[in-house]
T-cell receptor, first 115, second 113 residues
Framework: DAGVTQSPTHLIKTRGQHVTLRCSPISGHKSVSWYQQVLGQGPQFIFQ???????GRGNFPDRFSARQFPNYSSELNVNALLLGDSALYLC??????????????FGEGSWLTVV | AQSVTQLGSHVSVSEGALVLLRCNYS??????LFWYVQYPNQGLQLLLK??????LVKGINGFEAEFKKSETSFHLTKPSAHMSDAAEYFCAVSGSGYQKVTFGTGTKLQVIP
C-alpha cells in the first residue's frame, strides 16, 4: 500500500510569491496534519484536518492556510512568502486525529526554499 | 500545554555500545509520549509510544523507552548500537483526544565503527 505522498518534493520560490503543497494520505485515513521543520529544529504543528474540517491550528500567521478535500487529500497554501518560510513541510495522516490511539504516518516532505 | 526537552543535540557512540538519548517532558495532563526517527532526506518514522499501558515501552529496531513520572523523563535506549541507527531522533508529546503532537529539537546520533 502507498504511504503518505507529498508533492512537489523540492521547489524554489521568490519572496512574495505563493506556494501550494499537496498531500495524499494513506488509503482509509481521514485525518491529515501539516508540520513545518526548519533546518536543525523539530517539526512544528501548523494545521490538522479531519473529515474536511479544521480541528487544530498552530501558531502560524494567516499567510498559512490549508484545506482538505472529499477524498481526504489536502493542500497547504502559503502566501507572501518570506525567507523564513524556507523549510521542510511534512504531511502526516492517521485514521483519526487522536495521536494516543492512532499511529501517525509521515510523508517524506516537500522542501521549500525561498530566495 | 505540553513540551519536551531533549538533552544533547548530538550524541556519538561506538558500534556495539549502549545508546541513551534523553528526553524530559512537561505536561499539565497525563501525557502521551513518542519517539520518532528521521533518516536523512526522509520523513519521520514512529519508533515507539507511551500511552499509559506500561511504563517500559518496546519499539522497533531494538529500541525501548521507560516512562518515569517522578523524573518526568522518557529516555530512549538500545543495548547495542548498529551503524544503521545513525539518524536524528525526536521525542514528542501530546495530550489525550484530538491533540497536536509537540516535538523536541532532536538529537543526532552518530555511530562510530
Amino acid at each position: 500500500d502507498a504511504g503518505v505522498t507529498q508533492s512537489p518534493t523540492h521547489l524554489i520560490k521568490t519572496r512574495g510569491q505563493h506556494v501550494t503543497l499537496r498531500c495524499s494520505p494513506i488509503s482509509g485515513h481521514k485525518s491529515v496534519s501539516w508540520y513545518q521543520q526548519v533546518l536543525g529544529q523539530g517539526p512544528q504543528f501548523i494545521f490538522q484536518y479531519y473529515e474536511k474540517e479544521e480541528r487544530g491550528r498552530g501558531n502560524f500567521p494567516d499567510r498559512f492556510s490549508a484545506r482538505q478535500f472529499p477524498n481526504y487529500s489536502s493542500e497547504l497554501n502559503v502566501n507572501a512568502l518570506l525567507l523564513g518560510d524556507s523549510a521542510l513541510y511534512l504531511c502526516a495522516s492517521s485514521l483519526d486525529p487522536s495521536p494516543s490511539e492512532n499511529t501517525i504516518y509521515f510523508g517524506e516532505g516537500s522542501w521549500l526554499t525561498v530566495v | 500545554a505540553q513540551s519536551v526537552t531533549q538533552l544533547g543535540s548530538h550524541v556519538s557512540v561506538s558500534e556495539g555500545a549502549l545508546v541513551l538519548l534523553r528526553c524530559n517532558y512537561s505536561s499539565s495532563v497525563p501525557p502521551y509520549l513518542f519517539w520518532y526517527v528521521q533518516y536523512p532526506n526522509q520523513g519521520l518514522q514512529l519508533l515507539l509510544k507511551y500511552t499509559s499501558a506500561a511504563t517500559l515501552v518496546k519499539g522497533i529496531n531494538g529500541f525501548e523507552a521507560e516512562f518515569k513520572k517522578s523524573e518526568t523523563s522518557f529516555h530512549l535506549t538500545k543495548p547495542s548500537a548498529h551503524m544503521s541507527d545513525a539518524a536524528e531522533y525526536f521525542c514528542a508529546v501530546s495530550g489525550s483526544g484530538y491533540q497536536k503532537v509537540t516535538f523536541g529539537t532532536g538529537t543526532k546520533l552518530q555511530v562510530i565503527p
